[in-house]
């Protein structure tokens, strides 16, 4: 019965739960998934890091070159972040080129590295006008459940902490992690929305703070207008998510240098 | 026919706005803010590709063509932001299993470009006649080394700027429909740039509303 129900009316059968403080999955409607990370699962590439939220699966190879830098800017080397939403995870993806969706996640990403200074760009120029690094940073969905640019951002600063670089080491991150929230009929708000509960929303928020919890990134693209108050709650749950993530990544760092 | 909107106290720059200017799209209107300009189109409602169909509601494209070269990366960010504030917007559910598609190609830029996108997207949606729950307007604020907000930047001020925000904000409440960020900055600062441009947003208003009144009061 609930299963028919959930097929036919899936607002219906959501805004059921969310009338009394849940959610489908039992989740609280500020209730994150369980994250899971391991570092170093690719051997090939030169940073890798392999992240788990709930059923959302993000994998994130970094793969360093040697490269010449641009004339304009001699002195900073690359980050090129490239997000992949194969056809495997998900049937609302096909194949040929990146959609939009892909194509505005790297974007996203690419703006995140620039203005939360995870990486200082002039710490990959090895001789100035010369030579210089450059990191490709290669994120690929395995499993999409929503939520998927919180996932990206997690493998991504686990992968850099994970790169070592042949003689100069990087290590300035200043670490960054982002929360998404989803708007649910114009002013139930819920994070780490599923896949099935973003298709239902009426409006994503999401929000990036770095260490010293100054916002990096408040990306809200359009849907329902949101008031000052629902603002400052998310970003509050966003600085203690953040925190907990710092926890997660340092914690698994620590544990695969004592494994070595 | 040209208007200009003089800044009170919310510095912005010079706005200009026509209709009506191209004559195959179903609406179409150019803005000007200071030497930014761009020029929308809009088609539709008209038959939508199967592929593409939604049951229940009207499927909205939004294109973006920078002056020179091909669309990159950067626009399909920018047309995901216009096109989900204009989604909010629209009332999409009067027009089912029809096309919208939203063509914003840019003139000139000298800073506030999604700003001025969003801008002419809303001139060019309302004289296209579409329903919408109300109308949008984009503005943004960067913050500079000195810790000071200007609004309606220019090219040169953003490339100064230690953060750079963009807002859409909507007509009925002034709530943020949309935000773009790029670099950091403290909640007391997001708060800030926020109300200056939710008072922008009023000037904003006010022009759309003279714009569109001395164009009507000249065909009547």
Sequence with gaps: MAAGFKIAEPLEYHR????????????????????????????????SA??????????????????????????????????????????????????????????????VIESSEVIQTEDLCIERGKLCWVLYCDMMCVDYDGNVLDACIIALLAALKNTKLPEVTINKDTGSTRTSFCVFDDSILIVDPTAEE??????????????????????????????????????????????????????????????? | MMEVCGSTNVSLREF?????????????????QGDTSVIAAVYGPA????????????????LIQPKVGLPSVRERSQEQCVRETCEASLLLTLHPRSSLTLVLQLIHDDG???????????????DAG?????????????IN?????????????????????????????????????????????LQQCIAVSQKASENIFQFYRDSVRRRYSKNL
């Design chain 2, 145 to 189: 080394a000195d810790s000071e907000i200007i609004t309606d930047p220019t090219a040169a001020q953003e490339k100064e700027s230690r953060a750079l925000m963009t807002f859409a904000i909507d007509s009925k409440e002034q709530r943020v429909m949309m935000s773009y960020t790029k670099g950091s900055f403290s909640v007391h600062e």
């Design chain 2, 112 to 126: 506030s470009r999604l700003a001025c996108f969003l801008n002419a997207a809303c001139m060019a949606l309302m």
């Design chain 1, 16 to 47: 059921s739960f969310l009338k009394e403080n849940c959610r489908p999955d039992g989740r609280e409607l500020s209730e994150f998934r369980t994250t899971t990370l391991n570092i170093g699962s690719i051997s090939t590439a030169d940073g």
């Design chain 1, 198 to 260: 973003e298709g239902l929303s009426t409006s994503h928020l999401t929000v990036v703070t770095d260490e010293k919890e100054r916002l990096c990134v408040v990306h809200k693209p359009g849907g329902t207008p949101l008031s000052a108050e629902k603002l400052q709650e998310c970003i509050g749950r966003a600085t203690a998510r953040q925190r907990e993530i710092q926890k997660l990544v340092d914690k698994v760092v620590h544990s695969v240098k004592t494994a070595q």
């Design chain 2, 47 to 62: 038959e939508v590709k199967v592929s593409k169909e939604i049951y229940d509601r009207a499927t909205l494209e939004v």
């Design chain 1, 50 to 111: 392999l992240v788990k939220v709930g059923n959302t699966t993000v994998m994130c190879g970094i793969k360093v070159e040697l490269t010449n830098p641009l004339v304009e800017a001699p002195g900073k080397g690359f980050i090129v972040p490239n997000v992949d939403l194969p056809p495997l995870c998900s049937s609302r993806f096909r194949p040929g080129p990146p959609g939009e969706q892909a194509q505005a996640a790297s974007q996203f990403i690419a703006d």
């Design chain 2, 130 to 142: 579409l329903p919408m729950s109300c109308l949008f307007c984009g503005v943004t604020c960067a």
């Design chain 2, 16 to 32: 200009g706005c026509e209709q009506t200017l191209l004559s195959r799209p179903d609406g179409s209107a150019s803005f000007v």
